[in-house]
């Protein structure tokens, strides 16, 4: 497995982002908070309203909802504005969506606008996503590309954990709660203070029509899934393994295990942010020690275990911080060890359009999981959530096994240039 997944021998060229690894954290932190804060602020507020778990998880599924098809917008940001331009223009709605979150009260009545203005927000923070990928690709060479996406993950990780816990902890501290909305709204501008640091990438097919780009953007996936390493990527991107759903209604589990809110704002948060990116570090280093898919499954059965662990620990405000703190911890593995895998194989070329296939549909079937935890806890409760999140994983990796070595596909393809 290790010949279609290449290893990276390019040179550390000077580049912007070879010196300053971390404004992947900083630039992609803001995508995490369109996770982290409905999940996390809106999802304990909203329990704490009455509101059920599972129209709570339908709210923060649409979190998931406008992640899981950006691929099919993705070309936009690969052949229209400048990335840059992309960014603040992303930050600029993302930043609007935030304030008008915390603007309207949280209800069973409000629940469908809430879930509206979640997916806008959500949508707004795919083509940031879309500009940190391709500056991150353009400024990064191959033989660092594991590193970066290390901290990339570790930014995005830090926002849907730190970031949601910061955002609850404002939203029950300050006078009103739109105040949250701007203070978090500042923070998200803030991160592109880091856009100077970084060389903008030459647009592709600048002078050529909506069609042709179109047909470019078609022919750079269609090499991609035709080979045998891209086609092990999507069947892994598919499989409800790794998707850290239960993290997001953790919220609204506090309460079950007696943690008060402060409890939940600071494990989901400032905690759970440094269990993350604790996470994303081993997961890097797993990478490089491992083939890749190899590393993925070991992280994703680690994940596994913690689903087990969180089930067996005591309802008491410790065993609730312990045990999310390690689920947590594991999630940052399986983050880093997929983008790293998705990396290597993706080349220079529509690198946003081509990363983000993989990435939409591995969140699209992650959505498809958190309704499931939703339902069963419903049905259940924690534990069975819990417990049915780990069975479906433990299927799932046991379907990679089975079919990985049928798997079959031409070589892969990098700019171009056949890699073997």
């Keep these: 497995m290790g010949a279609i997944f290449p290893r990276m021998t390019a040179s550390a060229a000077a580049a912007p982002g070879v010196r300053h690894p971390w404004v992947w954290a900083v630039l ?4 995490g908070l369109t996770f982290g804060f409905p999940a996390i602020a809106l999802g304990f507020l909203g329990r704490r309203a009455g509101v059920p778990l599972s129209a709570i998880a339908g709210v923060v599924g649409m979190s998931f909802l406008a992640a899981g098809w950006k691929f099919l917008w993705a070309p936009l940001g690969d052949y229209t504005l400048s990335r840059k331009r992309w960014y603040l223009l992303a930050v ?16 069973v009545h409000t629940v469908p606008l809430l879930s509206l203005l979640v997916l806008l927000t959500s949508a707004a923070g795919t083509f940031l996503a879309f500009a940190t990928e391709g500056l991150m690709v353009h400024n990064t060479p191959d033989a660092l590309r594991g590193r970066a996406a290390g901290w990339f993950q570790s930014g995005n990780q ?32 803030v991160c592109a ?14 002078n050529a029509s909506v069609a042709t780009r179109a047909t470019d953007a078609l022919r750079n996936l269609n090499l991609m899934i035709r080979s045998r390493a891209g086609r092990i990527v999507l069947l892994l991107a598919i499989l409800p393994i790794g998707t850290g759903a239960a993290q997001f209604l953790f919220g609204s589990l506090g309460a079950e295990w007696h943690a008060p809110a402060d409890t939940v704002s600071a494990v989901l948060g400032l905690g759970g942010g440094l269990a993350i990116v604790a996470g994303c570090i081993a997961g890097g280093w797993l990478a490089d020690h491992l083939h890749k898919p190899a590393a993925y ?30 689920y947590t911890f594991t999630l ?14 993706v080349g220079n070329a529509a690198a946003a359009t081509k990363i983000n296939l ?33 069975l479906v994983g433990v299927v799932a990796l046991a379907v990679f096994v089975a079919v990985v070595s049928r798997v079959r596909g031409a070589a892969l393809v990098l700019d ?4 073997v």
């Design 158 to 189: 830090f926002g849907q954990t730190a970031g949601g816990g910061v955002g609850l902890w404002l939203m029950t501290h300050v006078p009103s709660p739109w105040m949250a909305g701007l203070i978090l709204a500042a923070i998200v501008c």
């Design 28 to 31: 992609y932190f803001p995508y």
């Design 193 to 206: 203070a880091v856009l100077p640091l970084l060389h903008e990438p030459e647009r592709l097919l600048t």
């Design 416 to 419: 171009g240039e056949s890699v």
């Design 92 to 107: 600029a709605m993302l930043s609007a969506g935030l304030v008008a979150l915390t603007t309207i009260p949280i209800s």
């Design 358 to 390: 993989f990435f939409a549909l591995n969140t699209l079937f992650s959505f498809g999981m958190l309704r499931v935890d939703g339902w069963s806890h419903d049905a259940w409760g924690a534990n069975g959530m819990l417990f049915t999140e780990a």
């Design 297 to 326: 499954a070991v992280s994703c059965g680690l994940g596994l275990a913690a689903c087990v662990v969180m089930a067996l620990s005591p309802r008491t405000a410790a065993g609730y911080a312990t045990s999310t703190l390690f």
């Design 332 to 345: 940052g593995m399986v983050a880093a060890s997929f983008t790293g895998m998705v990396l290597a194989i």
